[in-house]
C-alpha cells in the first residue's frame, strides 16, 4: 500500500555526529519535503525538492542540507548533530499538480 | 503573528459529541485548504482536500471553508475514541505552480474522545 518510507523509526546520535536520515517514494511524486515537528511549535519546514537534484530551502535549513539523487529518494543531513536538533522529522511527498502530501511515519532523532 | 493560527486545545469530548476545530489565517492567497489526521507516533495523513470557499462532507466528517473571514473548520459526527487524534489545518496559494505545493500549517489540536 504505502508510499513513503522513513528508514529509521528511532535514532539516538551523539553531538557533532553526521547523521542521514532517509525517506523513499514509491508513488512517482516529483516533490519532496523534510518538516520537523516540535510540540508548540507545529511543523516547520527544513528543505524541499521539486525534481532530482533540484532543492530548495524551507523555513529552518540551518544546520541541515539535502541529496536528491534519485526521483523517489530524498535524504537529510545533519552535518554536526547538536542538542537542538532533537525532534521528530517527518519526510513528504506529492505530485506537481498538488492535492496534498503523503507522509511517512517519521524518524524521532534524539541528540545527546 | 502566524500565517496560520491553530488552537492547540487540548479538547476532550465525549463519545458521541459534535467536534468543532478551527483555523483562521492572514494570508489571502491561500485557496487550498487541507485537514490531516496525526496519531500518536504516526505520521499525518490526508483527512479533507477543499478548493476556495464552501463545504465539503465525507461521511462523519465535513471541511468548511469561509474565504472572506479567512477561517477553515471540520466537524466531526457521532465522535467516537478512534477519532482521538492531532488534528492539523494546512493551506497553500497554489496546487503546484510555482509554490510547489507547499504547505502551512497549524499547530495542531489534540482530541480526546472518551468512551
Known amino acids: 500500500d504505502v508510499k513513503v518510507t522513513q528508514s529509521s523509526r528511532y535514532l539516538v546520535k551523539r553531538t557533532g555526529e553526521k547523521v542521514f536520515l532517509e525517506c523513499v517514494q514509491d508513488?512517482?511524486?516529483?516533490?519532496m519535503f523534510w518538516y520537523r515537528q516540535d510540540p508548540g511549535l507545529g511543523l516547520r519546514l527544513i528543505y524541499f525538492?521539486?525534481?532530482?537534484?533540484?532543492?530548495e530551502k524551507g523555513d529552518i535549513p540551518e544546520g541541515y542540507s539535502v541529496s536528491r539523487e534519485k526521483k523517489e529518494r530524498f535524504s537529510l543531513i545533519l552535518e554536526s548533530a547538536s542538542t537542538n536538533q532533537t525532534s521528530m522529522y517527518l519526510c513528504?511527498?506529492?505530485?506537481?499538480?498538488?492535492?496534498?502530501?503523503?507522509f511517512g511515519s517519521g524518524t524521532r532523532l534524539t541528540v545527546v | 503573528q502566524k500565517e496560520v493560527e491553530q488552537d492547540p486545545g487540548p479538547l476532550s469530548v465525549p463519545e458521541g459529541a459534535i467536534v468543532s476545530l478551527n483555523c483562521t489565517y492572514s494570508?489571502?492567497?491561500?485557496?487550498?485548504f487541507m485537514w490531516y489526521r496525526q496519531y500518536s507516533r504516526k505520521g499525518p495523513e490526508l483527512l479533507m482536500y477543499?478548493?476556495?470557499?464552501g463545504n465539503k462532507e465525507d461521511g462523519r466528517f465535513t471541511a468548511q471553508v469561509d474565504k472572506s473571514s479567512k477561517y477553515i473548520s471540520l466537524f466531526i459526527r457521532d465522535s467516537q475514541p478512534s477519532d482521538s487524534a492531532t488534528y492539523l489545518c494546512?493551506?497553500?496559494?497554489?496546487?503546484?505552480?510555482?509554490?510547489?505545493?507547499?504547505?502551512?500549517f497549524g499547530q495542531g489540536t489534540i482530541l480526546t474522545v472518551h468512551p
Open positions: 513528504a511527498s506529492s505530485l506537481s499538480t498538488g492535492k496534498g502530501y503523503t
Open positions: 508513488m512517482d511524486h516529483e516533490n
Open positions: 525538492s521539486y525534481d532530482v537534484k533540484m532543492k
Open positions: 494570508n489571502s492567497a491561500f485557496q487550498y
Open positions: 477543499t478548493y476556495s470557499s
Open positions: 494546512a493551506m497553500t496559494p497554489n496546487a503546484g505552480g510555482t509554490s510547489y505545493g507547499k504547505l502551512t
